[in-house]
Nanobody
């Protein structure tokens, strides 16, 4: 049984940083695509960043250059380092995974397994 447990959210001021973690069990972080998605109040869930089984990454335009997705294969953990946060980054952040090899899209419908979500709040 696949379980993804996200953590690391919190409240920060604009310009601050946070690092999200997603611990996986029943699934190895190099088994396929993993990604971070977010959903702000009143908005649809959107893709933030994905990382492929061999490590290639993809970012949404809105976070390019500020966020970095990475994974620790030995510890089986996915990370999202978020720098230069702004109020528009406020959302519940979810980690997700699938067994797809190759290109990892930012489209959430391609991911089968989801973490419980962790709240990120950025104040101005």
């Amino acid at each position: 049984q696949v379980e993804l447990v996200g953590s690391g959210g919190g409240s920060v001021q604009a310009g601050g940083s946070l690092r999200l973690s997603c611990a996986a069990s029943g699934y190895h972080v190099s088994s396929g695509c993993m990604g971070w998605f977010r959903q702000a109040p009143g908005k649809e869930r959107e893709g933030v960043a994905t990382i492929a089984y061999l490590g290639s990454t993809k970012y949404a335009d809105s976070v390019q250059g500020r966020f970095t997705i990475s994974k620790d294969n030995a510890k089986n953990i996915l990370f999202l380092q978020m720098n230069s946060l702004n109020p528009e980054d406020t959302a519940v952040y979810y980690c997700a995974a699938n067994y797809r090899l190759g290109y990892c899209p930012l489209a959430d419908e391609t991911y089968n397994y989801w973490g419980q979500g962790t709240q990120v709040t950025v104040s101005s």
